[in-house]
């Protein structure tokens, strides 16, 4: 079962198994025997030129497809539920690497065909080594949790935020060119910053990194995210001068 809570968070329930169901597990119901009535005349064939033995074996046959075409339905059902828990980070309530992979690639086709831009905000987590040593890795868990939470509420329900791996995220702001991308960016940075946590009682205070990259229509989804990623390399040098920024 899926769950969408108000932070646009998608959780995943446990599912129940399929139950095979075979003609003589059930009796056909008033209503099904109306349908095979209804069949046979449409074939063109009378009721009553139908003998009981026939009419019963029809009367199974129905069942049976019917049984069929509800696994079937129950099959495609938990398959659907796969392929999202697939597309899901071991660790966080969002989108992992090899889903925003595909929404990137998705983004750089409606530039491609509709000249529409998009804007790629790689964000990296600063001082993880110290939170873990300090904290230890349920604090790291907490600070992760922490972000992921804070850049969810903080774009469009049409914007993509995923888990790249590590300290390590993804940002695609839909529908945005490079100056709204890098003022988004930076207000992201900002509300990071003053929204500490609280570790080890006390609060806090979180930084992070990032570059941004606004999508061209000739681009691969792994060159937009290296470049992206350059770029952030690049502001995480500038904050150095703030402090040990690892």
Known sequence: MKVTNSSGVTRYGPTGGVRRTGSSESTPSASTVRRVEDSVQ??????????????????????????????????????????????LDALLPIPNRRAFVRELNRMIGFAQRYGTPSTLIFIDLNDMKLINDEYGHEGGDKALLH???????????????????????????????????????????????????????KPYQLKMAYGTYTIKQDDEPHEALDKADKAMYEKKREMKGEGNVR
């Open 42 to 87: 449409i074939l063109g064939v009378s009721p009553d030129e139908i003998s009981p033995r026939v009419h019963q074996a029809i009367l199974s046959l129905m069942q049976e497809v019917e049984n069929l075409r509800r696994e079937l339905e129950e099959s495609n059902r938990r398959l659907r539920e796969m392929e999202d828990l697939a597309d």
């Open 147 to 201: 972000l992921a939470r804070l850049l969810i509420d903080n774009v469009r329900g049409t914007d993509v935020v995923a888990r790249l791996g590590g300290d390590e995220f993804g940002v695609i702001l839909a529908q945005a060119d490079e100056t709204t991308g890098q003022e988004k960016a930076k207000a992201l940075a900002e509300v990071i910053a003053n929204s500490p946590i609280e570790l080890g009682g």
